[in-house]
């Protein structure tokens, strides 16, 4: 901590000695100001004043108080939601260093409450029932719908009873495949209420891939839709639950229950391939049930979600959190790094199926009674304009994306808070999404985070702090970012190594479902004492955190997080490859692209036919978004004389650094590296 108020401290100084905002606010005479040569980039006055958090001297106090007295600050948060009953004398435990033993953090222990209740009845009797909680735009222009608080509850009462007709209870698990229909977040708020476990699969996943998750969860009942359009293209999800099905039978995991909404737009229920006895049309079976559900008390600790992610070894980890601790992170940051207001109209352009989705589509927001535009098409679909056609149609005030969105041409009237996420965004990039589409007048909040940290933990918080374009600035209240070097020390001041976390939040992942050595190993074991995240960062000389990256191997493809291994894997799969090493490559659109060198069985040529059926593969076995942008034949893999790849030298001849490739004479055959870069271009 020392170390990181002392650079707040610093900080609070800023510019050039100056010590409060009233200074800070002459500076920049009310006016947004992006100063090139101090590379800060300050809030107007106008909306430092509104802010929750107005200068960098409010923003101090909180933190402090967080990491002094976390369980005062946090417990004086969750006062403010309901709860059956209030947790017990501690508010927090933690153990988060392996050589004291078991990793373990709980939040609000013996606390009961519900999420699902806080996020909708709770606003209902406030008076807010009518307000409308989800706009739904679908793929095609002028379709479209709303639900207010009232008529959300309304749903997720019917499918809560759906659900505990069919044998669900507590600490059951559901695989939810569905697409960005209001469903989705309907499916899951309707488990929260009964105390099941949703674990949301990106309907993006292939048939392979929803199997290995759901033999992983043993769910009781599979929530999905027949088909979906995105873009100018028709998906038949229902045919890819099928073959997962089938596939989890083989493996063990019969599933009695696929519920399926017949997503008409799509397809019709005529063409849809059904087993009777085991599909259930949603459109038939829910809205029979009564359109109240009472709510199942559940301790802070009981688990809310699983969602599965990609690590740097081939299976993918099932990322497991908890209600209650989950519950207030969602909300204030959600409350604090978008500046939110009841008046505000939010979209966040994410996927429920990944954990931007969880934290800032569904809980996050409704927790706060917000309106929330739920998205289901494709940012250029009809045109690249439709993203700004959403953002004047519902005069969204709070716009959150990935850097990568496919965001062009016009600022927005509407809009006053701009929000960035999955990838570290450049500083040009900054520029362009600050100055364009915000118009210099709305704060960016380049929020850094992780499915496993499931809320923000470095952020700006708009209106308190002076940003400096690309850095997603300071931690939130109650984290504490601290950079290690290789052996696991602190590092101070200005320094770049590998980013970890000093005690726990309460939004903190618990466990690997089912698997805690995995979850100790993965993230404690690395720097003993520490959360370590995985990533790289910087801090400069005025305290702001630089994102670098992730340091394993696992690489960001349009904010979708894929571990090298398991597309390794899946080529590897294909019977005339015999071996496989994939590298993340800068792209320009999509952020980072996947590389993928291949070596070939003995004797079999390569050809753009087989290319073409080894991308085909990654896309059977993991799903569209993880195919390789280019395959490199590899007749020999560049190894150490012990077998291991140097993928480092795979990366530079995979970016054409061929100039940096490094020694290469600890290579088993240094040959090899010449004989890849004249296939460079095969
Ligand atoms: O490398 C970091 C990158 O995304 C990773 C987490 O991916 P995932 O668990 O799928 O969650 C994505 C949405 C939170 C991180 O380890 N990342 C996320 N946000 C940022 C980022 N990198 C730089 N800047 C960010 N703002």
Redesign the pocket.
């Known amino acids: 901590t020392s170390d990181h108020l002392r650079h707040l401290d610093s900080m609070a100084a800023l510019p050039s000695g100056a010590g409060n905002i009233s200074h800070l606010n002459a500076v920049i005479l009310g006016e947004a100001l992006a100063s090139e040569e101090h590379d800060l980039v300050f809030p107007s006055a106008d909306f430092s004043r509104q802010a929750h958090v107005s200068s960098p001297e409010k923003y101090l106090e909180m933190y402090r108080r967080s990491i002094e007295d976390p369980a005062g600050f946090w417990s004086d948060i969750a006062a403010e939601f309901y709860w059956k009953e209030k947790w017990g004398k501690q508010v927090y435990s933690e153990n988060l260093d392996v050589r004291k033993g078991s990793i373990k953090i709980e939040w609000f222990k013996g606390g009961t409450t519900n999420i699902c209740y806080n996020a909708l009845d709770r606003n209902i009797e406030a008076g807010n029932g009518g307000k409308v909680a989800l706009y739904w735009e679908g793929n095609e222009l002028g379709q479209d719908g709303s639900l207010s608080y009232s008529e959300l509850l309304e749903k997720v009462c019917q499918l809560a009873n759906y659900l505990k007709y069919i044998g669900v209870r507590k600490g059951d698990a559901i695989v939810i495949y569905l697409p960005m229909l209001m469903e989705l977040p309907i499916a899951m708020l309707a488990c929260a209420r009964i105390g099941a476990v949703h674990s949301v699969v990106f309907a993006g996943f292939s048939a392979e891939s929803l199997a290995q998750r759901i033999v992983d969860c043993k769910p009781k009942a599979v929530v999905t839709c027949n088909a979906v359009r995105r873009g100018s293209k028709v998906i038949n999800l229902k045919d890819i639950v099928d073959a997962a099905l089938v596939e989890s039978a083989k493996n063990g995991v019969s599933v009695d229950v696929c519920l399926t909404y017949e997503n008409q737009s799509a397809m019709n229920r005529e063409t849809t391939k059904w087993q009777e006895g085991r599909d259930i049309w949603w459109q038939d079976a829910v809205p029979k049930h009564p359109t109240s559900c009472a709510v199942e008390w559940v301790d802070a600790e009981d688990p809310l979600f699983l969602l599965y992610?990609s690590g740097s070894t081939g299976k993918p980890k099932g990322v497991l959190h908890t209600t209650g601790g989950y519950m207030i992170y969602t909300a204030t940051t959600f409350k604090y790094a978008f500046d939110f207001k009841p008046s505000d109209i939010y979209w966040c352009t994410?996927d429920c199926g990944?954990?931007?989705g969880h934290s800032y589509v569904t809980y996050g927001p409704l927790l706060n009674g917000a309106s929330v535009v739920v998205f289901e098409g494709a940012p250029n679909y009809p045109d690249p304009g439709r993203c700004w056609d959403i953002v004047d149609k519902y005069k969204v005030t709070i716009f959150y994306t990935a850097p990568t969105l496919y965001v062009t041409r016009y600022s927005r009237k509407s809009l006053r808070v701009l929000g960035?996420?999955?990838?570290?965004?450049n500083p040009s990039a900054w520029r362009w999404f600050f100055n364009v589409v915000g118009d210099s007048r709305c704060p960016i909040s380049?929020?850094?985070?992780?499915?496993?940290?499931g809320g923000f933990m470095?952020t700006p918080l708009p209106g308190g702090w002076p940003q400096k374009p690309g850095s997603?600035t300071f931690p939130f209240f109650g984290v504490q970012p601290v950079i290690v070097d290789e052996k696991g020390t602190e590092i101070e001041g200005e320094c770049s190594g590998y980013l970890c976390v000093k005690s726990s939040w309460p939004g903190a992942f618990r466990t690997l479902y089912g698997d805690q050595e995995r979850y100790e190993t993965t993230y404690f074991k690395p720097f003993p004492g520490y959360y370590f995240?995985?990533?790289g960062c910087s801090r400069d000389n005025d305290g702001y955190h630089w994102?670098t990256?992730?340091v394993d191997d696992?690489i960001?493809v349009s904010?979708?997080?894929i571990g090298t291994a398991e597309v390794e894997s899946a080529l590897v799969s294909h019977h005339q490859c015999a071996e496989a090493a994939v590298v993340g490559v800068e792209h320009e659109v999509k952020g980072q692209g996947i590389y993928a060198f291949v070596t070939l069985v003995e004797g079999v040529p390569y050809s753009e036919e087989l290319r073409k059926s080894l991308v085909l593969s990654v896309r059977n076995q993991i799903g569209a978004f993880a195919a390789p942008d280019k395959i490199h034949w590899a007749p020999g893999l560049p190894k150490t004389r012990s077998g291991k790849i140097m993928r480092r030298i795979l990366r530079k001849i995979a970016s054409r650094q061929l100039d940096e490739l490094g020694d290469t004479s600890t290579l088993a055959d240094p040959s090899v590296v010449d004989q890849l870069i004249a296939l460079s271009d095969c």
């Not at 960035?420 to 965004?425: A, D, N, W």
């Not at 380049?446 to 940290?453: A, I, L, V």
């Open positions: 992610t994410a990944w954990i931007t960035s996420v999955g990838e570290p965004i380049d929020t850094w985070w992780q499915t496993e940290t470095i997603a995240s995985g990533d994102l990256g992730r696992v960001n904010g979708h997080r």
